[in-house]
């Protein structure tokens, strides 16, 4: 008992002692993190950009414009790093200590999220013009060559035969703005909440696979080739439409939603890394004419009317409507319709 | 007691404390994160967030997937591994290593590559579904991806044994009358008992936890192919972290009391034949 009672208190004794040693080096570890970036006054500046998906050409190409005209500018020798992933698994992964200086998440849900840690100043949406919105987008159609099923316009989705391919609006960006996008098509063209509900069930029944993510969708209708429409941002859309060969088309349903993609700094890492100047200059670079005709150059409609006027045969005219006029915000929106307990749960029925 | 075990394991105490901190920091504090988090429910909030039933629907398609998949492994691996041990044929080496490939390939790209072949338009599925078997987005197909995953770890946990069962025994058997039947029922089985049940609840826990491969043959249909780890994404998408932690706390607790369960029918079937 006794070699038993003392092995016991030994290895007690060195887990205690590991831990500590454990505590003090992630201690040191981390004053030696704010030392390093600390001195970034002059020499070598790194942004770091945490994005979502789809925007890993559209940042690539902006990044490169903007170094060369920081560098000129400044002096200082700058690179930017970018991060692309499901908007709201970026998100998480800010709060939970990714050091992001910008981020440029697909939603307003995603950036709140991170405000609401502290780590985003309140009011950040009002720092940037246009509402902290460089650009936005839409949701749009993709169907096969010749478009088979006739699909133009929302109300076609649901007619008899027609396989929809659209993400789980729980688990995806793309998903519930695909919803948000098909029930004002309903209730904002003089239709009742009911005829919303009846409409979005009967869609939703004929979505042969309700994929985790963006990606995956994209995956099951065009390599797969399962159903007949696919419902996806308007830059994906094109990307998809261009890469297929004219083996797929895109059409422009006569109203969608308005989509959000906010950009903003993440306060509390460029203070500590000493960033926020570059950073700040970063973002306010996307409302310049340069970045602005890059931005409609892959796809996404610029938030200056002058562009977008510009690429006119790019960005046909359609109804985009806000969030606001089928819910008081995004938030509202999200916690009526998609999460638990909301008009997407009753859908489905256990069989 | 005490002089005679140290002298016949060196280090002992050092590699105990080893292990114990090694555990501890792996395994049991990431567990104690995650029941402190689901802590911070009341048991009302925790009860709704786990026990809805969308959520009872996931559950059982995820332990009853993995537990079919499992069993099915249990023949597929020990003919694979019997096959492996006791005939030499051209190309046995390449066969052997193959086995190992689900554990190396990222499970993404199996689902990926499973689903694709078993689709209406795939290379299978051209001539499956027309005659009704659809191994893509439907509950065999997560089945079947899960056979995949979990089919190395039977094999290569029957294999060596198998390796060390000298064929005289079989040889013995068979010159003491008995049949093949016998001598398979009540030579080699016994022998193998506790390594089929220990590749079988690898096999099992490995389809649980499952997630990469079967998001992208599933289908994801609630109350049909929703398997729970989907359930959990679901609510971090929402932000609601306790409510996820909530959820896997359940497969958590489930997955442990079918280990034990496993554990126990191994010992008692170690127990009766010795």
Known sequence: MGYRRTAFIKSTGLLLLSALLCIACSA???????????????????????????????????????????????????????????????????IDGLEADVVTLASIIDTDAI???????????????????????????????????????????????????????????????SFFGAWGSVVLRGGSREDAVKYVTKLYKQVPVLDSGARAASTTFVQRRIGDVHLTWENEAHLEVREANRELE????????????????????????????????????????????????????????????????????????????????YFDAHKQYIAEGGVFDAIYKPK | MA?????????????????????????????SACLFRAGSLSFEEFWSAVWTERARAAYLLTFGAAFVAAVANLFLGLVLAWVLVRYSFPGKKIVDSLVDLPL????????????????????????????GIHGAYSRFAIVLVLIFIGLPFVVRTVQPILEDLDPEVE??????????????????????????????SLAFARGVGEYGSVVFVSGNEPYTTEI?????????????????????????????????LINMVERWSMRHEH
Not at chain 1, 124 to 147: C, E, M
Not at chain 1, 308 to 323: A, G, Q, T
């Open chain 2, 3 to 31: 002089s005679i075990n140290r002298k016949v394991l060196p280090g002992f105490f050092l590699s105990l404390s080893y292990s114990v901190f090694y555990l501890g920091i792996l395994v049991l504090l990431p567990i």
């Open chain 1, 250 to 329: 895109l059409i422009y349903p006569t109203i969608s939603i308005r989509a959000e993609p906010h950009v903003a700094v993440v306060d509390a890492n460029v203070d500590r890394r000493n960033t926020r100047a570059a950073a700040e200059s970063y973002l306010k670079y996307l409302y310049s004419d340069e970045a602005q005709d890059i931005i409609a150059k892959h796809y996404y409609r610029p938030g200056n009317e002058v562009f977008l006027k510009k690429h006119l045969d790019v960005f046909p005219d359609m109804r985009l409507f806000n969030i606001t006029e089928i819910a008081n915000d």
């Open chain 2, 171 to 200: 040889e013995a058997g068979a010159s003491l009358g008995g049949t093949r039947w016998q001598t398979l029922r009540h030579i080699i089985l016994p022998t193998l008992y506790p390594a089929l049940i220990t590749g079988f």
């Open chain 1, 28 to 94: 040191t570890n981390g004053a030696d993190a704010t030392r390093d970036s600390g001195g970034a006054g002059r020499h070598s500046i790194e942004l770091l950009n945490v994005s979502y998906d789809p925007t890993r050409e559209l940042w690539r190409e902006i990044n490169a414009n903007f170094i060369s005209s920081y560098e000129k500018e400044t002096g200082n020798r700058l690179s930017i790093k970018q991060s692309h992933g499901g908007s709201s698994t970026q998100a998480r992964a800010v």
């Open chain 2, 104 to 131: 190396a390939l990222p499970t993404a790209v199996a689902g990926l590559v499973y689903g694709s072949l078993y689709v209406d338009k795939g290379w299978l599925g051209q001539y499956l579904v027309p005659l």
């Open chain 1, 115 to 177: 405000r609401r840690k502290g780590l985003i100043k309140d009011k950040w949406i009002d720092r940037l013009p246009h509402r902290s919105l460089p650009y936005y987008s839409t949701i749009v159609f993709v169907v096969r060559k010749g478009n088979p099923k006739d699909i133009k316009d929302w109300a076609d989705l649901v007619k008899p035969g027609v396989q929809i391919i659209t993400p789980n609006p729980k688990t995806s960006g793309n998903g519930y703005l």
């Open chain 2, 228 to 260: 729970a780890p989907i359930l959990i994404v679901a609510r971090l998408e929402e932000f609601a972290y306790s409510e996820a932690t909530a959820i896997a706390m359940v497969l958590l607790g489930l997955s442990f009391a079918m280990l034990v």
